[in-house]
T-cell receptor, first 111, second 111 residues
């Protein structure tokens, strides 16, 4: 089955700096890669996603890139703000059509 | 609220008791997923439905766990003879291929 690895597990950046979170996946048939943000005690919320026929997607301060050959994808957050502090999860949908999640990255944006 | 709804939000039960959780998906979403999340971990896949058909069940799921989705609408997850290791957040997500949206979860504590 699909296996998703995520790095780093924790990331601390100063407000205004950029943050990058990286994930790799194992199933070459995976074709959908969402990113979720989870604040403490709340549900995971879908913030951006990318499909396998696209290399990059941007939505305001967040962007996701996908390298299908290398089987990795990344989340980029620019001009970070304190409200970006949360746990971020990457996921991949493989042939079984189920989402397999990474282990999460705890992002802390300091003032 | 037209999002995914889960009930109850919290459940405390004694070891050995049975518990049942309910998930009401977003209307017309054909896929429904159950995940389990423990502190500091990513959501772990339990099972999923396409309409009323249960298409996959995690190998990690013991026979004490069962899920149903009658008529392809709401779903229930039952845990029989609960154990302390079952304590976790149980998350439901619904999807209209491929975006998946999570409910607020049911936090189970087995004492």
């Amino acid at each position: 089955g699909e296996n998703v690895e995520q790095h780093p597990s924790t990331l601390s950046v100063q407000e205004g700096d950029s943050a990058v979170i990286k994930c790799t996946y194992s199933d070459s048939a995976s074709n959908y890669f969402p990113w979720y943000k989870q604040e403490l005690g709340k549900r995971p919320q879908l913030i951006i996603d990318i499909r396998s026929n696209v290399g990059e997607k941007k939505d305001q301060r967040i962007a996701v890139t996908l390298n299908k050959t290398a089987k990795h994808f990344s989340l980029h957050i620019t001009e970070t703000q304190p409200e970006d502090s949360a746990v971020y999860f990457c996921a991949a949908t493989g042939t079984a059509s189920k989402l397999t999640f990474g282990t999460g990255t705890r992002l802390q944006v300091t003032l | 609220d037209t999002g995914v709804s889960q009930d109850p939000r919290h459940k405390i039960t004694k070891r050995g008791q049975n518990v049942t959780f309910r998930c009401d998906p977003i209307s017309e979403h054909n896929r429904l997923y159950w995940y389990r999340q423990t502190l500091g971990q990513g959501p772990e896949f339990l099972t999923y439905f396409q309409n009323e058909a249960q298409l996959e069940k995690s190998r990690l799921l013991s026979d004490r766990f069962s899920a149903e989705r009658p008529k392809g609408s709401f779903s229930t997850l039952e845990i029989q003879r609960t154990e302390q290791g079952d304590s976790a957040m149980y998350l439901c997500a619904s999807s209209l291929d491929p975006e998946a949206f999570f409910g607020q979860g049911t936090r189970l504590t087995v004492v």
